[in-house]
């Protein structure tokens, strides 16, 4: 399988991943309870899903948590840009400076503080 495709394939993936995380509260919204009890629960294998660290769209949280949900939506933006970069992949190192803001923040709060929910939007979005 050729590299484009492999990258379309992905893509795809990527698009369809963060459209379930918002279809989840748009049909709940839309009274079709079983279809987003079904997304709801394969998300929970993915993420806590707590409600209070969640946006919420449609008076419903959606599918993830807001630091799981900017992470799915950083990871689809880093896929529209790969091409721009022409093939070339991501070093670790950078991998590794976006990630330490989510890392300082998940460990933080842990022992003396509560982070929000921008924070942890933001710094998923880093990591994406």
């Known amino acids: 399988m050729s590299p484009k495709k492999v990258y ?3 893509l795809f993936l990527s698009i369809i991943w963060v459209s ?3 279809l989840a509260p748009y049909l709940a919204f839309k009274n079709h309870k079983y279809y987003s ?13 707590r ?3 969640s946006f919420f769209m449609w008076g419903y949280p959606l599918g993830v948590c807001a630091r799981c949900t900017f992470l799915y939506i950083g990871i689809l ?11 070339k992949g991501v070093s670790f190192k950078v991998v590794l400076i976006f990630g330490i803001p989510l890392i300082i923040d998940g460990v ?8 929000t929910n921008e924070i942890r939007a933001f ?3 880093l990591l994406g």
Request: hydrophobic fraction near 50%; include cysteine; aromatic fraction near 30%.
């Open 20 to 22: 379930f995380i918002f």
């Open 8 to 10: 379309l394939i992905f």
């Open 37 to 49: 009890e079904y997304i709801y629960h394969v998300f929970s294998f993915v993420c806590h899903q």
């Open 51 to 53: 409600t209070e660290r």
């Open 108 to 115: 933080s709060q842990l022992f003396f503080r509560e982070s």
């Open 77 to 87: 933006f880093g896929m529209l840009l790969y091409p721009l970069r022409f093939g």
């Open 123 to 125: 710094t998923g979005f």
